[in-house]
């Protein structure tokens, strides 16, 4: 069993800041890419970022230049750093990470998600 838990979300003004963390934890071998999706209401889910293992990392056009995801292997845990916050940036935002389980097979999990809201 896997559980991706995710925290940092919240309240911010246009403009300002926001560190989101995901936690993965339970039966994990092998953590091979991390992802951060979005979902505003009545749009479909988004990717915003991945990170693979090895650190290579691609981000979304909308957010390049201002979000930056990252990780620490040693914690199974991914983050997104999200600077100059736009409105336009409001959604649920949902970690997934692609994982090898101690059997040997591969799945994808996703965390609960996280509201991010940016209003004045």
């Known amino acids: 069993q896997v559980q991706l838990v995710e925290s940092g979300g919240g309240l911010v003004q246009p403009g300002g800041s926001l560190r989101l963390s995901c936690a993965a934890s339970?039966?994990?071998?092998?953590?091979?890419?991390m992802a951060w999706y979005r979902q505003a209401p009545g749009k479909q889910r988004e990717l915003v970022a991945r990170i693979t293992r090895d650190g290579i990392t691609s981000h979304a056009d909308s957010v390049k230049g201002r979000f930056t995801i990252s990780n620490d292997n040693a914690k199974n845990t991914v983050y997104l750093q999200m600077n100059s916050l736009k409105p336009e940036d409001t959604a649920v935002y949902y970690c997934?990470?692609?994982?090898?389980?101690?059997?040997?097979?591969?799945?994808?999990?996703w965390g609960q998600g996280t509201q991010v809201t940016v209003s004045s």
């Open positions: 997934q990470d692609s994982i090898m389980t101690m059997t040997g097979a591969i799945y994808d999990y």
């Open positions: 339970g039966s994990i071998r092998s953590i091979y890419t």
